[in-house]
C-alpha cells in the first residue's frame, strides 16, 4: 500500500543540518535537514536509527549521474508528487539501478574519498556495494560527510501532513508481515538524499533499517526464504 500522505521528491538548497539531541524517551533518531525551496523553507528528517534493531540502520552511499535520476534531475526547486513506478523519477532500493550492489561506476573512483574507499579496496568497492551495518552515529557521519550547506539537495518520501517538511527518508519497504509498519509497505516509494556535486553528478544516501528485507514482491512486501 502507498504511504499515507503520498510519495515525491522535494528539490532544494541546503541551509542547515543538525542532529537530534539525545533523549530518553526512546525516539528514532535523524538527521534534521534544512531546505530552501521554492515554497519556502522545509525540514527533512532522515532516518538513522531503528528500534527494531540493536545494530541501528544500514545503509549505501552511492554515484549517480543525472541520467540515472532521469526526470528527477531536471526538476525545478520545489515539491514534486510521484508515482510509485519505475518511470517517474521514484526511487526503489531493491530494484533501482543506483541501488544494484553490483554496478561498475566510474564516476566512483572521482568520489572515493567520501564513499570510504582505501587503496587497497577501492577496485572492489567499484563494482561491489554491500549494505553497511552501523551505529546510528556512523549512518549519520555517512550522511553528513556527503551534504554541502548552499547546494542543491533532493529527498525522497513522504510530505509532512501538516506545514512543509518530509519524513520517512528510508526504505518503505520489506517490513515484516507482522510488524506496525507493513501496511505501508510498497515497491518504488523509497526515501532517499541526494547531493549534486560541482560536476553535476551525483551523491545519494539510501538508509534502510537492518529489520528490512532485501527481496521483496512487487507489494513491497518480504519474499520468503
Do not use: C
Request: proline residues 6%; glycine residues 10%.
Amino acid at each position: 500500500m502507498p504511504l499515507d500522505h503520498g510519495y515525491g521528491v522535494l528539490v532544494g538548497t541546503l541551509v542547515a543540518h543538525e542532529r537530534d539531541r539525545p533523549d530518553n524517551q526512546g525516539r528514532w533518531y535523524h538527521v534534521m535537514l534544512t531546505i530552501d525551496s521554492a515554497d519556502g523553507r522545509y525540514r527533512a528528517a532522515v532516518d538513522v536509527d531503528s528500534h527494531q534493531s540493536a545494530t541501528g540502520v544500514q545503509w549505501k552511499v552511492v554515484p549517480a549521474t543525472a541520467a540515472d535520476l532521469a526526470v528527477v534531475a531536471v526538476l525545478p526547486p520545489g515539491w514534486h508528487p510521484l508515482a510509485s513506478t519505475s518511470t517517474s523519477g521514484a526511487l526503489d532500493h531493491i530494484r533501482h539501478p543506483i541501488a544494484r550492489t553490483w554496478r561498475f561506476l566510474w564516476t566512483g573512483l572521482k568520489h572515493r574519498g567520501l564513499l570510504g574507499w582505501s587503496a587497497a579496496s577501492r577496485l572492489i568497492n567499484v563494482i561491489y556495494r554491500p549494505w553497511r551495518t552501523g551505529s546510528n552515529l556512523e549512518a549519520s557521519e555517512a550522511l553528513e560527510q556527503i551534504l554541502a550547506i548552499g547546494g542543491p539537495v533532493l529527498v525522497w518520501g513522504e510530505p509532512f501532513a501538516t506545514g512543509l517538511g518530509v519524513h520517512n527518508v528510508h526504505q518503505n519497504q520489506g517490513d515484516p508481515v507482522n510488524s506496525q509498519w507493513a501496511a505501508s509497505n510498497g515497491s518504488w516509494q523509497d526515501g532517499a538524499v541526494a547531493v549534486r556535486r560541482a560536476d553535476d553528478s551525483y551523491l545519494v544516501f539510501l538508509p534502510r533499517f537492518s529489520s528490512q528485507a532485501s527481496a521483496t514482491d512487487d507489494q513491497g512486501h518480504p519474499l520468503a526464504g
